[in-house]
Structures are given as C-alpha cells and as structure tokens.
C-alpha cells in the first residue's frame, strides 16, 4: 500500500533536486538578461528550465501519493510521460550547443535539433506505449520505476550524444586555455559528465544510500553547471566560434 502520512524518501530527494535546478534557472536567466551574452548562452537557460519542469512533476506525482494515493495510479503514467518529454526538450537545446562547437555540425544547427527532436519523440512515443509500473518499497520510502528496455535505451543514448561530447568540449577548452577562462571551463565540463553518471548510478539505486549518491551527483552536477553559466567573461563558458 502506499503511504498517506509522510512525505516519501525518494520523494524529499526529488524536492531539493527541484529547488537546486528552479534556483539555478533564474540565476542564469537573470545572469542572461544583464550581460551581454551570445545567443547561444541562452540555451543554457532553457537546459536548466525544462529540467525544473521535469523535476515538477515528478514531485507532483509524488504529493499525488502523499494526498490522494488512489489518483496516483491515474496520474502516473501521463506524468512521467510528461516529465521526461521535458528532459528531452532539455537535452535538445545540449544537442544544439554541441552542434554550435563542432565545425562541421555549425552550419547544421538547427538541423540537428530538428533530428534530435525526432529521436526524442520516438523516445515519448514508446514511453507512452509502455508506461512504467511503480514499486513502492514503504519501508524505505522509496519509488522505483520499471521502464522499458527500448525507452532506457534511447534515454542513454540521447545523454550520450549531448552530455559527454559537450563535457569534453568544455575540458579540452579548458585545458588549453589560460587564466580567467579556464576555471568556468572546467566547471561546465565536470558539470556535465557528473550529471551523465548520475544516469547509471540512477539506474541500480535499489536502497536510501543508492539514492542520496545519485541525486547528490545530480545536485553537484547542476550547481557546477549554473557556476559555469554565470562567468563573467564571454569566453569563459566557451560560447565562441
């Protein structure tokens, strides 16, 4: 049964993990409307925004357990849908900041958010087919979700194809580059290929401590990210042709 008293284990995680990100947002947000930045930094914004509203929901579904369980079942499968319908949209504005630092995909920037927005609609489509089930452990107050081999499948590759070829563009820049441009390099790349292995981590969490390590992973992730985001030099996130 599930419980109708406490706030769960995996659903608190969720919370601070949405709070972190919604913060992060309207830092680079605002970070973004004062400085003159490049267009392209505005990306970073709308990566961190789909995020928030993907941790959203997953929090609403959890109140959902808290308030009504006998909605849950109801809510759960569109919710999740949805939730990570609006990580895909996160992922696609990565997609479009890898094409933006690899000269041969410059000139194809849109084309290749064109693509990756297939991919991640497929990603939607057989999500929906196949919703996940939840197990509910009450004693550890934790959700798990069983999702489908093929979804689990498109969901690494896509974090492939976006968090590590980025993170490694952000290193190698920072290891060639020199003083105040280094720092929030290293920042962005660590940032990003933290958050890629928060995924396998995510993916065997079966218990309280399994949990923490990847949503603390996550936490980690997205605070290096927005430190990056909000160097106050031009060059500093990288953001040049």
Known sequence: MFPDISFTF???????????VSAAWIVTYRHNRRQRVPPQNRYW????FFHALFFLILVALHLSLELRPAL????????????????????AYLARLVA???????????????????LALLATILNAAAPPQPVYNAS???MQFDVATPVSVLIVLLTTVTYVPLGYIFLRTAWRQRGRVKRPSYLLGAGLLVLYAAGPVHN???????????DGLTMIAFVLIVLGVTARTRGATGLQH
């Open 204 to 214: 065997y969490a079966i218990g309280p401590a399994a949990y923490i390590a990847k």
């Open 100 to 118: 933006c630092f690899t000269p041969w995909l410059f000139a194809r920037e849109r084309l290749v958010f064109a693509v990756f927005g297939v």
């Open 140 to 142: 550890l107050g934790l």
């Open 72 to 91: 849950l079942a109801e809510l759960l499968p569109t919710g999740y849908i949805v939730a990570h319908a609006m990580m895909f949209i996160a992922l």
């Open 10 to 20: 995996s659903g608190l995680l969720l919370l601070i993990q949405l709070l972190i």
């Open 45 to 48: 914004s709308r990566f961190l």
